[in-house]
């Protein structure tokens, strides 16, 4: 689906990029004795998109995967 995206909206100069984030802390966790250590941390995933919106106009990221290193 991505592809398609990116297929029909690149003579608009739009860029597609999917980001496919794992387990992220958020309320939705709450209750769980699983550790905070082991979940990604959403600034984390904001940071990798504000990275990603701030590389040259010439470059598509095309996929990211944001995972915890243990879960």
């Given at each position: 689906?991505?592809?398609?995206?990116?297929?029909?909206?690149s003579?608009?100069?739009?860029?597609?990029t999917?980001?496919?984030?794992?387990?992220?802390?958020?309320?939705?966790?709450?209750?769980?004795?699983?550790?905070?250590?082991r979940?990604?941390?959403?600034?984390?995933?904001?940071?990798?998109?504000?990275?990603?919106?701030?590389?040259?106009?010439?470059?598509?990221?095309?996929?990211?995967?944001?995972?915890?290193?243990?879960?």
């Open positions: 689906l991505n592809n398609v995206f990116r297929e029909e909206l003579k608009y100069n739009v860029k597609v999917a980001i496919l984030p794992g387990s992220t802390l958020t309320s939705s966790w709450e209750g769980t004795d699983i550790p905070a250590e979940f990604v941390r959403p600034e984390d995933i904001a940071d990798t998109i504000h990275t990603i919106l701030n590389l040259s106009g010439g470059v598509n990221v095309d996929e990211v995967v944001i995972k915890p290193i243990q879960f």
